[in-house]
């Protein structure tokens, strides 16, 4: 039975993705640990699989727990943020908490030796990220 409640879960979050992605170009997903995980909503495929909702986004991939989703919204702007998790060759443009861009990097190592000490917000072609370094 809880297995059908999850895949109904998952169901409905796909459903909701496929009418509403082309008016708000990202999801957020705020989890009960208070992070906030953001991906681009064109072209998401979403998955249920083992207690589990699988996004994947162009080159993103998530796999978030269902039972530490606390809610998920669409929106204008990638607003989540969370612990970066990069590729070195994948580019971002990075910003200070203020908002104040600081530069475009093509990888988190190359945004580390640049930049001091300090929390920026990267934000790649498909997600944004937390970045404390």
């Keep these: 039975m809880k297995s059908f409640k999850y895949l109904a879960l998952a169901t409905a979050l796909c459903a909701s993705a496929q009418m509403w992605a ?5 999801l957020s997903f ?7 995980i ?6 998401l495929v979403m998955n249920y699989s083992d ?3 699988v996004l994947t986004s162009g080159n ?7 039972a530490d989703i606390a809610s ?3 929106t204008n702007q990638p ?5 970066i998790v990069a590729t070195p060759s994948e580019s971002a443009t990075y910003y200070t908490l203020r908002g104040v861009n600081v530069g475009e990097f093509a990888s988190a190592d190359d945004a580390r030796r ?4 300090g929390t920026y917000i990267a934000k790649s072609a498909s997600k944004s990220f937390k970045v404390i370094f």
């Design 38 to 43: 953001t991906v681009a909503a064109d072209n």
């Design 114 to 117: 640049e930049l001091p000490s």
């Design 60 to 66: 993103v991939n998530e796999t978030l727990p269902v």
């Design 79 to 83: 607003a989540g943020v969370e612990e």
């Design 51 to 53: 207690g589990n909702l």
């Design 22 to 26: 082309l008016d708000f170009p990202w």
């Design 30 to 36: 705020k989890m009960k640990d208070a992070s906030e």
């Design 72 to 74: 998920m919204s669409f």
